[in-house]
């Protein structure tokens, strides 16, 4: 670790901002990190997004930079690539990158999440405030208002370089926005998201290394596998075709037509007793420019480009941030001014694209992988 240099605030101990954090205290920066939830790790219960993510080359590269590459990976389940299975209750395996052999890895969101926090603190002594939630900022004065979401109490800070990676609907961007020349839209889609779970003794009966889908056009859902042999199983569908589904019937029917291979899987009371009181989450895309505000502000992660999850790489794309600013951190010696300039350069037009092609993949998944996996299918078999 390198020698004491400046403090640093990192705003959300996500994904992102805790890998931020591991990385800048790394490269000898007093990190603080300030984050609205409750410690996870000492809470068992499951709250937030989906509950397992889907790893990749992105991802792991920017893990080694702080050397948790191989912990990460010990607590992944590797995906050669995918499972499709037709409505028919025929499958084939797709292997997702035959000739550089770059897999994806199936992680507990929790568990990454936990790891990374605790290397922040343990192996590079940055600071974690919890339930500390940004409640405002002076930019131009460059002071954070964070309220102690136990006493009320406000608290300011202030700091050379803040990083706010407080997720799709950061409070930072929000203060940000309202400067002039900034530029941000969003657009939630039409379809949400439930989560179910195929229990070990069930998820037994798939390959285990595998990412499974089940292309139905308008809908669709996945199954992404779990250390233990269970698999998670999101359900993207449509706001209205859920809410038509509301009971316990219907949800029976609309399995037996849609996925009558998954019925077994899933259990028939998972179907008809906790399917209908499950309330879908939305998704969302955001888009904005510029990343960083004078010489001080950066957005990196979700609050920089949140993404819909059809190409599986929000997370990794967000890792992939702290990646490039650590390069420009060796390229620019340290000047965060020339840091965060640059970031807003470099990773703009990139991250734009990855959530133009996860919208595009969102269109693809439902509506064309039947009839492209089928081409492909042949082409292998050709081959
Ligand atoms: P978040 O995970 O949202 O973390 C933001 C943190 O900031 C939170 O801890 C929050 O509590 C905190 N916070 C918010 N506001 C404040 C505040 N005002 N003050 C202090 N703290 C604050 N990505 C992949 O790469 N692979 C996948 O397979 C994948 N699957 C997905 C499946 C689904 C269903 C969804 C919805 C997303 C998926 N993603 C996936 C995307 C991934 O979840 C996100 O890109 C990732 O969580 C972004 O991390 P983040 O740290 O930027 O934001």
Known sequence: MAENKDEVVVIGGGLVGSLAACLLAKRGYKVQ???????IRKNTL???????????????????IVDLEEDVLASTVHMKGRYIHEISGNDYFLP????HKQNLYSINRNRLNSLLLT??????NA??????????????KGILRFRNLQSHEIIEKTSKLIIGADGAHSSLRNVIQQQQRFSFSQKYIEHGYVELIIKPNKGKLLDM???????RRTFLMIAIPNPDSSFTVTLFMSFDKFEKLHNSKLYLEFFEENFPDAINLLGINQIIE???????????????????????????GDAAHAMVPFYGQGMNAGFEDC???????????????????NFTKVRNEDARSICDLAMYNYKEMSNYTLNKSFRLRKSLDEF
């Open 323 to 341: 990646t490039i600013l650590n390069q420009l951190l060796d390229l620019y010696n340290d000047d965060f001014a020339k840091v965060i300039e």
């Open 119 to 124: 290397a922040s603190e343990d192996k590079f």
């Open 33 to 39: 990190l300030y984050e609205k939830r409750k410690d």
């Open 127 to 140: 600071e974690i405030f919890f339930e500390y939630e940004l409640v405002n900022a002076d930019l131009k």
């Open 46 to 64: 499951h709250t937030g997004k989906s509950i397992n993510l889907a790893l990749s080359n992105r991802a792991r590269r920017a893990l080694k």
């Open 96 to 99: 997702y990158d035959p000739v």
């Open 209 to 215: 290394n595998a990412f499974h889908l089940w292309p």
């Open 274 to 300: 906790e399917l209908p009181l499950k309330k879908p989450r939305y998704l969302v895309s955001i888009y904005c420019y510029p990343y960083h505000f004078e010489d001080k502000f950066v957005l990196i």
